[in-house]
């Protein structure tokens, strides 16, 4: 039960937080509402100095707190309705891939309306390009930026309900309460929502004001709950784009180049793959040559099958070693001598990664002379429909683009290839299209994590740290996917100063160091070659981090001190060191081990939350290390829902034991190797430890982000584990990456 119009009190927290709304009504037969949000930025840290560091760019605002600023001015477009039959139905102008945010935000729409969670439906907006700069997934933002808006929406929903019921029964509304989808009075009589709905849709009420729930009112926000599509996703029912049943698009592959932005000179057999069974079509793209079929079975025995000349790439010349040339000759110098005090210097190189996920590549396009459709899985619906448009030569507000739920991306879907791929070729065939990658072309032509190569210098004194310096030269990370007018519209408002680069910006609001080490600087510079690159989870934080949390226990160890209690006492707050003592206290630090056992800890804060990861390694072959068990403890301020939050950091724990210990891509002659996961090795269940214990501290503010945070801490985790079981300190990731496959023909 709940108040209809109720306050709430500011609450502390790292994240901006505190936040206005505007409240208003959309027309339409039944109640559907949006909600306006204006930020107020504010930040607080609490710093017990060691030798104190001056907070870093991304301590004041961080990328998601840059996203939440562009996205308020379009903020009151969020839509949300009660149907006749009781039911809330939400669009979330985001995209679901896995990590479980319409669960999440039906959780929010639920507790506002005091409704069952299975009375809340979540569907995925479209494209709508009056979002402006509202309809970007990424930078562990979606909660952070849809948590106050999605519970006004619902409280004013709420509010209407209540007051359409007092009208219709000549009762003051602050006598009636909400329950289980209904409001009720003091006799006990009850109007369902479904009931109020239309009467509540024309009302006139222009004083009327609601706020959410007081959050220490929450009953199921904070409470861990299964996915709401999780039946869907395991008994096949969840219709992902493959899924679709789009009138005339038929199965389409495409042969591609046997090198990175190769293109077509000549096809050179046309005739003979036309008559190839099952073929329908044939058309050359600027990413290969397109051929549809009546099945994909057909589809890709007639793209074996073609004879193409190829013109090449822009890297045929380049491999792994021409590459870790270029980065380690561009890494920026230190700007701190170590000629009076003590010093440690370490090197550290991350090789390319793949995104990976389960669902390759994939989008249905049909493109006719006056419009255009198409569906995909999309982080970055708007800036897709803006390229597609362009690219098939129609208005914008010709072309429709619709969000399909995806299965996995990791970063992969910030970037739109395969709608925009289908969108050619569609227009190029005069048909409907039904594209998929296949598991190779997503790895070779796919986008992928850059190579990276890392300095880090600190000095030392009398057991302090005095300076720390972490230089970094990264492949040029392709961030074209709708950020850059994010950062251009909020330049102002930025925490950086003078004429930086964009990566540089990115890199400044996304990596920051969380212990007292002096004065911190850090320092990133990218090599332009023209590959296929993307954000990958975390960003730049999985290496710069992870190798940051390596060099912390070789610090440490320099110093004299244990690698936990050397954290605990250069962390800048107490909120960091709870997480670290819970995995360490639970864990048993410190515990003795058989030969060729170890434990490693590694600690990470990023958009408002902080980990900590406890892990023990069997290293007794360190050719075939395993980790076999795991501690993972939490702070992201207000958990909506803690199963999901315990997903995502398994997921991170996941993704750290593959790219540190065997997955990566090699380049070779201007292409990936790898073709396949038994190329690629991610980890695999037997890789995976079964003793795993994940721990969501309590509510203290407001949410933080979570998506990306699990990976760095445990990426230094492992690699501490490691040299603390075999004695030697790594420093090429991931470890062991050897070509222990034969690779698919180009």
Not at 594 to 607: I, L, N, S, T
Not at 692 to 709: D, R
């Amino acid at each position: 039960m709940a108040r209809p119009v109720t306050s709430s009190a500011p609450h502390e927290g790292d994240a901006v937080n505190r936040r206005r709304f505007l409240t208003f009504l959309v027309a339409a037969p039944t109640l559907t509402l949006a909600t306006n949000l204006v930020t107020e930025a504010t930040a607080s840290t609490t710093t017990e100095a060691v030798v104190p560091s001056l907070p870093q760019p991304a301590d004041l605002m961080d990328l998601g707190d840059v996203l939440i600023l562009a996205g308020s001015p379009t903020s009151h477009l969020l839509v949300l309705e009660v149907t006749e039959d009781g039911e809330v139905r939400f669009e979330l102008p985001r995209a679901e891939v896995g990590q479980g945010i319409t669960t999440a935000v039906a959780m929010l729409v639920a507790e506002e309306l005091d409704l069952p969670l299975s009375k809340v439906r979540v569907r995925l907006a479209d494209a709508r390009s009056e979002l402006l700069m509202n309809q970007l997934t990424g930078s562990s933002n979606t909660i952070r930026s849809v948590y106050d808006p999605v519970r006004r929406i619902a409280a004013a929903a709420r509010a209407r309900m209540v007051a359409a019921a007092a009208g219709q029964w000549g009762l003051p509304a602050d006598r009636l309460i909400t329950r289980d989808g209904a409001v009720v009075a003091p006799d006990g009589r009850t109007a369902s929502y479904g009931s109020l709905t239309a009467l509540a849709a024309k009302l006139s009420a222009p004083d009327l004001t609601a706020t959410p729930k007081p959050e220490t009112e929450h009953k199921l926000v904070g409470t861990p709950q299964s996915r709401i599509d999780a039946r869907a996703m395991v008994t096949g029912a969840m219709p992902y784009t493959l899924d679709l049943d789009v009138a005339g698009a038929k199965p389409t592959m495409v042969r591609r180049p046997p090198t990175i932005n190769g293109t077509v000179r000549s096809v050179n057999n046309e005739a003979a793959v036309r008559a190839m069974p099952g073929v329908i079509d044939l058309a050359v793209v600027p990413t290969g040559v397109a051929v549809m079929a009546e099945t994909f079975g057909q589809a890709l025995d007639a793209k074996k099958a073609l004879d193409v000349t190829w013109n090449g790439g822009t890297v045929d010349a380049l491999s792994d070693a021409d590459i870790r040339k270029r980065l380690r000759a561009a890494v920026p110098p230190f700007a701190v001598p170590p000629l009076l005090t003590q010093h440690l210097d370490a090197e550290f190189a991350f090789a390319f990664v793949s995104h990976a996920p389960l669902e390759t590549n994939a989008a249905i396009a049909d493109v006719r002379d006056d419009r255009a459709e198409v569906w995909a899985g999309l982080k970055s619906p708007i800036v897709a429909k803006q390229t597609i448009a362009a690219a098939v030569g129609l208005p914008e507000d010709r072309v429709t683009v619709h969000v399909t739920q995806s299965g996995g991306s990791f970063g992969r879907r910030l970037f739109f290839d395969g709608a925009l791929e289908a969108a050619r070729i569609s227009k190029a065939m005069g048909k409907p299209v039904k594209l998929m990658w296949s598991r190779i072309d997503d790895m070779r032509h796919g986008r992928a994590r850059p190579a990276t190569h890392h300095k880090i210098r600190a000095t030392f004194a009398l057991g302090q740290v005095l300076t720390y310096e972490h230089r970094v030269a990264a492949v040029e990370t392709d961030l074209r996917h709708g950020l850059g007018e994010i950062l251009t519209a909020t330049a102002a408002s930025l925490p950086v100063a003078g004429n930086l680069s964009f990566a540089q910006t990115v890199f400044l609001t996304t990596v920051k160091v969380p212990y007292n080490f002096g004065v911190v600087t850090e320092l990133l510079n990218e090599v332009p070659l023209k590959m296929h690159t993307a954000s990958w989870r975390s960003v730049y934080s999985a290496n710069t981090r992870g190798a940051e949390e390596i060099l912390v226990d070789e610090l440490a160890k320099k110093l004299g001190k244990d690698p936990v209690a050397f954290r605990r006492e250069f962390l800048k707050t107490d909120r960091q060191r709870a997480v670290l003592e819970k995995v360490a206290t639970v864990g048993n630090w410190g515990r003795a081990m058989p030969a060729g056992f170890a434990q490693g800890v590694g600690f990470h804060d990023e958009y408002r939350s902080c980990t900590a990861c406890l892990v023990e390694i069997d290293a007794r072959d360190p050719k075939k290390p395993r980790v076999v068990k795991a501690v993972i403890a939490a702070d992201v301020g207000r958990p909506i829902n803690p199963r999901g939050l315990e997903a995502q950091l398994l997921g991170g724990l996941t993704d750290a034991i593959a790219t540190t210990l065997r997955a990566g891509l090699h380049i070779d002659k201007g292409l990936p190797l790898e073709g396949s996961y038994s190329q690629f090795h991610y980890a695999r269940q037997k890789d995976s430890p079964t003793d795993v214990q994940i721990f969501i501290l309590p509510a203290n503010g407001e949410p933080g982000g979570a998506g990306e945070l699990g990976v760095p801490a445990a990426v230094g985790a492992i690699a501490n584990a490691y040299a603390r079981a075999t004695g030697t300190r790594p420093r090429s990731f991931p470890i062991n990456f050897d070509v222990d496959f034969v690779p698919f023909p180009r």
